[in-house]
């Protein structure tokens, strides 16, 4: 069994800054790529950043310049660094990864349960 679990969630203020982690654990034999995805109210769930094994990252347009994502590989874990928070940025953040599984030794995408940034003042 696999199990991503985020934390780091809350409510800030507009240019506040705040920190996810999710941290993959379970029967896991390799993690391969990891990302973070983010669902407003009454909109379609879309990517905010994603990074390679080896440290390759990629950002959502919105994002660029603001949020960092990084990855602790021997911690199996995954962090995104948000700076300037924006009102629209409001949303449930959800971790993804790409993971083989020594269960099934069958690669997999799995989901974290979500947690809820609120940008307001």
């Known amino acids: 069994q696999v199990q991503l679990v985020e934390s780091g969630g809350g409510l800030v203020q507009p240019g506040g800054s705040l920190k996810l982690s999710c941290r993959a654990s379970?029967?896991?034999?390799?993690?391969?790529?990891m990302g973070w995805y983010r669902q407003a109210p009454g909109k379609q769930r879309e990517l905010v950043a994603g990074?390679?094994?080896?440290?390759?990252?990629d950002y959502a347009d919105s994002v660029k310049g603001r949020f960092t994502i990084s990855r602790d590989n021997a911690k199996n874990t995954v962090y995104l660094q948000m700076n300037m928070l924006k009102p629209e940025d409001t949303a449930v953040y959800y971790c993804n990864a790409n993971i083989r599984a020594t269960t099934t030794w069958n690669d997999a995408l799995y989901w974290g349960q979500g947690t809820q940034v609120t940008v307001s003042s």
């Open positions: 990074i390679t094994r080896r440290g390759v990252t």
């Open positions: 379970g029967s896991i034999s390799v993690i391969y790529t």
